[in-house]
């Protein structure tokens, strides 16, 4: 299961992202011939939440579960929701059995770590300030 999420606009519809991951495919050297084109085996979800560089209170919360519980820090504005909205994907997926228990999924990260500090202000509402320290350079040289 390939599942691509991405905040879908007239300029950035499915077609768009389909053909985009077609051509990088082909310039990786898969040959489509064979794999099918990106169509058959990825599905583009939408996963636009309030706006560009703006999170809900949900977003920001989950983004703060997920950096305690495994340690992988998502920025809010790109990584972030399209986990948020994966995860709940997910759970509809596995409620209405698309999902069985044991199949693997795979959610690539791809960056964007710098934005969260853009949030911080709203994340101060969400994580205790005993839990926010600031990261120590002074001993570097």
């Excluded at 399209?82 to 994907?89: G, L, P, R, V």
């Excluded at 044991?102 to 005993?130: A, C, M, W």
Aim: some cysteine; glycine content about 8%; hydrophobic content about 35%.
């Amino acid at each position: 299961m390939c599942v691509y999420y991405s905040r879908l606009t007239p300029s950035y519809s499915p077609d768009y992202f389909y053909q985009h991951m077609d051509e990088v495919a082909v310039e990786m050297g898969a040959n489509l011939s064979a794999l099918g084109s990106s169509r058959e085996w990825c599905t583009v979800h939408p996963s636009q939440g309030i706006g560009y560089a703006r999170s809900t209170e949900q977003e920001l919360s989950f983004i703060q579960s997920v950096g305690r519980s495994t340690g992988i820090l998502l920025d809010p504005v790109y990584s972030g929701k399209a986990m948020y909205y994966f995860s709940k994907m997910l759970d509809e997926n596995r409620v209405n059995g698309q999902i069985l228990p044991g199949q693997r999924v795979l959610f690539v990260h791809t960056g964007g770590v710098l934005g969260i500090y853009d949030k911080i202000p709203q994340l101060s509402n969400i994580v205790p300030n005993e839990d926010v320290q600031p990261f120590d350079l002074s001993y570097v040289t």
